[in-house]
Structures are given as C-alpha cells and as structure tokens.
C-alpha cells in the first residue's frame, strides 16, 4: 500500500511540473500511468487535467488522455466531470466511453447530457445509454426522440431504445419509422400512408444509404406537391449521396419547380466519387421541361467530365423535341469515342431519323456498328468516302477496314491516300498480319506489300530501372527496312497500280515520333525525333522518272484484273 501511494504522490508532482513546463509528451505519460495505477485517489489530479481553463491544441489532446484513464480508474466522482467534458462537445466518443466504464453510476449523468445543444455530445450519449442497458433511459430517450430533427440522432435512438427491449405501441411512433427506414422496408411504410411523411424527410439527408433510399421511394409513391421543398434542401446538400437520391426523386416527381436547382447542381462544383450531376441531368431529361435544353447542351458540349456529357445527351434524347435533337447532332462525330455512343443511343431515342446518307454513316459510326455498315456498304460507299476527312482518328480506321470488306475498288484511291497519309499506323508483323486481312478484300494480291510500303514501321522498345526500381527509361527505335523492301517490291512490278502507289509513296511526310519515356526524381517525361522517309521516297522518284510518269491514273484501280499483281 506504501509503495502506490509513494507512486500516486510522485505521478501527481510529475504531472503538476509537466503541465507547468508546457512538457506535453511528459504530462502525456504521468496521465497514463495514474490510469494504469488504478487508485482512485488519483481522479482528483485527472479531473483537474480534464477541467483545466487551458484551450490550447496541446491541453485539447492530454483532456482526451485524461478521461480515458478516468475511465479506467472508475472513480465514482469522476462522473460528473466526464460528464462536462461530453456536454462540451469535445472528443465525444472517448467521453462517453469513460462514462460507460463507470456502469449504472454513468446513467443520471449520461440522462443529463441528452438535452444539451451538441448533437454529436447527445448521439454519443444515447448509444453509450443503449450499451449500458438502464431500462431507466427508456423514458428519457423516448422524449428525445419525440422532438430531435437529427435524422441521425434519431437513428441511434432507434437502435438503443431496441437494445433496451422497448416496443412502440403505435406503429406510426417516429422511432419506428426510423426502424423500418433503416431496415429498407418501403413497402410497410407506403401502408401506413402520408402520415409518415415528416419523418420520412428527415431521412434524405441521412448518411445512411438504405434509409435514403427507401425515403426516396416512399416519397414517389405518397408524396404531393407540397412535399418537394423538403426534397430541394436535400438538394443542395454536400453530404453524402443525399444530392444524388434527391435529383432522382424529383426527376421522378415531375415538378417544375425542381428545375432551377437541378440547373444549378448540374453546374455545380464536381465531387470525387459521387455522381450528382450525373443524376441532375437525367433528372432535368425526365422531366423534360424545353428551359433546360441549352443548359444540358452546354454541358454536353464544354464539360470535361465524359461521364456529365453522356448524362447530358441521354437526357437530350428523353425530350424528344427537335431543338434538343440539335444540340446532340454536332456530337456524332465528337472526338470522345463514348460520348459519340451516348449521342448515337441518345438521338435513337429521341425517334430521330438520319436525313440523309452522311449522317446516317455518321449515326452508325457513333455507335460502332461496323457490322452495320459492311450491310449498307454498297449504298453508303461515298458517304462513307466522305467521312474518312472528318472526326476521330478511331474512326476514321473503322471506316478504312469497313471499305477494305466492302471490296469496291471505286474506294480504293480515298483509302490508298488515307494509308499513306498515316505513315506509322502499322508498328508490328501482328498488326500489319490483321489489317492484311481485313484489305485484302479490296487491295488482293496487292495487301501487304501496299500496307507495308504506306505505313510500317516496326517500332522496338527497350526498359531498363535503377537497382531501386523507381528510376528509368524507356527507349524505342524504329525500324524502316521492311517499308524499304515493300517499295522496291512494287519498283519491279510493272503494273498501273504500281505505278500509282509508287505515286504516293513520293507524298510521305517525315512525322515526329517519340523515342523515349523517362522518369526520375524530378518527374517524368518523353524525348521526340524526327522519322524521316526520304530514302523511300527517292527510291520511288528515281522509279517514275525510268517509267517515264509524271501523274497517278485513278482509273488503273477500276480495270479488272487490276489487283491480282501481274
């Protein structure tokens, strides 16, 4: 006994200089060891720590130290102090777990904090009162619930008052409605009709999904018009899904008086990982009101954000009318290949049908309906011709494969200049195997040579990294040869399409390519090169000058036999 009171006396006089001497680890330790001691005279000196006048961030985390080891002294006088410190706000959670650790002793003092202002001092209460198991609190706990217009309050009153064994005697009781909210059961809640409405509210702005979801549902099916300001407030909240679940609702709902706010949330500030933009969009396309049109078309046309794009032309396309039609039209060949998809669904929707040939090309493009036009090919050759001057680059390859199926040589001029306008498209045997393949429908004997003379160029990487792994490079070279021999290949074949694409050949642009990556402490980024085709072209100058041409004739692509290479 002599030795913990020499302990507690020493503890206490170290505690006193520390808190003098501004020694926060000091102060830190001498407060968990008159935990650890376990004498109950040491509360006196813990209490003191915990009334303290100081308001400093250092006084703020040696309170928090203080009421845990009060808790774990259980003094009986402690009550009441760690009763203050809850009420104040501060640290609430550890609070109220050093007041449970006092058991029955905690219940009057945890009683008491249920009516102070801090609705983070009275959820911590109440569950600290529903793990406690007092059937004293019911009562009290009873009249909180009946008056709190904390959703989440009310959660944690809900789930004490069951942990109590308390049964509501009305069905329509709040606190059983908050039950029914929490366990996502609509249905029980549309029965018992509009009289569970106000409390339904509540939920909207909860942070718990299920309960906003199932409020969400039971005000579609019994909410009027009155209903929906308490549903704009969620709107405008930054919690959570709250925004998200309330712009479905009032799309659902049809009231006109959302689309203002719903306008706004669309030009709203982005969240990371939420989608509440998203969502105003639909909901402004289900209600389909013409005033949101140039907001949904400005949207579509100026956002960053590919997902609020879509959103935007799906709800373009819900409206049906024809100045929203004109606002997706632009979009069939924009340079994102899911918004195009988006647009395309979106017009399909709206019962738009193409006007003429180009934009029906363009409408199946968007959609990646490749299929679709190798069917309609032969009718839609030159809108096809057409299109490979106009949008995406991704596109634009489609269609080239789509004209090597279709076989028609009257394409073969558009798509010869395309390939040689793209001097690096081929970058491997794999790739330049595949899109043989898909040419050699139209180009036959000719496939690869031309493919290979227009764009190959094998590119080779190579990696290394430091012997730490987070420094290195990565450099490519490129290969020109194989190009080189398809050139001299079609210099010994004395035919008219060789002598056209021998032609072309003499059009190749040097391009900038990148020769490498790398990184390093200072960040990252690529070294560029110039790849130059002069060798190539000079073999097929030096060729038509022997063959005596000055000019390409379109018409020898047109003459049968022309592509079987004799």
Not at 51 to 73: P, Y
């Amino acid at each position: 006994m002599g030795e913990k009171v020499d302990d507690l006396v020493g503890l206490t006089a170290a505690l006193d200089r520390a808190l003098d001497d501004g020694d926060e680890p000091a102060a830190e330790a001498a407060i968990r060891a008159l935990g650890v001691l376990g004498d109950v005279r040491a509360a006196g000196a813990l209490i003191g720590v915990l009334e303290s006048e100081r308001d400093d961030l250092r006084m703020v985390k040696l309170r928090a130290e203080a009421a845990s080891a009060l808790g774990e002294l259980g003094a009986a006088e402690a009550a009441a102090a760690l009763g203050a410190y809850l009420a104040s706000g501060r640290d609430c959670i550890r609070a109220a777990k050093a007041l449970e650790s006092l058991g029955a002793r905690a219940v009057p003092v945890l009683v008491d904090v249920l009516e102070t202002p801090s609705s983070e001092a009275r959820r911590a209460a109440v569950q600290a009162l529903g793990r406690l198991g007092d059937p004293s609190a019911v009562d009290p706990l009873q009249r909180l619930a009946g008056r709190t217009k904390h959703f989440s309050l009310l959660a944690a009153l809900a789930e004490a008052l069951e942990r109590l064994g308390w049964r509501a005697r009305r069905s329509t009781s709040r606190v059983r409605i908050v039950q029914l909210l929490l366990a996502g059961r609509a249905v029980e809640l549309i029965e018992m009709g509009r009289q569970v409405l106000p409390t339904v509210k509540l939920a909207l702005g909860s942070r718990n999904p299920r309960a906003r979801k199932t409020a969400s549902r039971v005000l579609c099916a019994l909410g009027r018009r009155e209903d929906v300001d308490s549903i704009l407030k969620a709107l405008r909240s930054r919690r959570g899904h709250a925004a998200e679940e309330a712009a479905q609702l009032l799309g659902e709902l049809g009231d006109r008086r959302a689309i203002e706010p719903l306008i706004e949330l669309l030009h709203r500030k982005p969240r990371p990982w939420f989608h509440d933009r998203e969502h105003a969009a639909m909901a402004l396309g289900r209600l389909g009101d013409p005033t949101a049109i140039p907001a949904l078309g400005e949207v579509l046309a100026d956002s960053r954000d590919v997902e609020l794009r879509k959103a935007a032309a799906q709800a373009l396309g819900m409206m049906g009318r024809e100045d929203a039609v004109q606002k997706l039209l632009p979009h069939l060949r924009d340079a994102d290949g899911e918004v195009r998809q988006a647009v395309s669904k979106a017009l399909e929707a709206s019962g738009w049908e193409p006007p003429g040939d180009d934009e029906a090309v363009a409408a199946l493009a968007a959609r990646k309906d490749w299929e679709g036009l190798v069917a309609r090919g032969r009718e839609l050759l030159w809108p096809i011709v057409r299109a490979l001057s106009q949008g995406h680059a991704e596109v634009q390859q489609r269609l080239v494969a789509v004209l090597g199926q279709l076989g028609d040589p009257r394409a073969a001029e558009a798509v010869v200049a395309w390939l040689f306008g793209h001097p690096t498209l081929i970058e491997s045997r794999s790739a330049l195997a595949r899109w043989t393949r898909e040419m050699s429908p139209l180009f036959g004997d000719y496939a690869e040579v031309l493919l290979s003379a227009a764009c190959l160029v094998e590119v080779h990487s190579e990696h290394w990294e430091d012997e730490y792994g987070d420094k290195g490079q990565t450099t490519f070279s490129y290969d020109l040869g194989p190009s080189e021999r398809a050139i001299r290949e079609l210099e010994g074949l004395q035919t008219g399409v060789a002598t056209n694409l021998l032609h072309a050949v003499t059009k190749k642009k040097d391009v900038q390519v990148v020769s490498g990556d790398f990184w390093n402490d200072w960040g990252g980024g690529q070294n560029h090169e110039w790849l130059r085709f002069t060798a190539q072209r000079d073999i097929a100058r030096r060729a038509l000058q022997r063959r005596k041409s000055d000019r390409a004739d379109p018409e020898a692509y047109l003459k049968t036999g022309a592509w079987t290479g004799k």
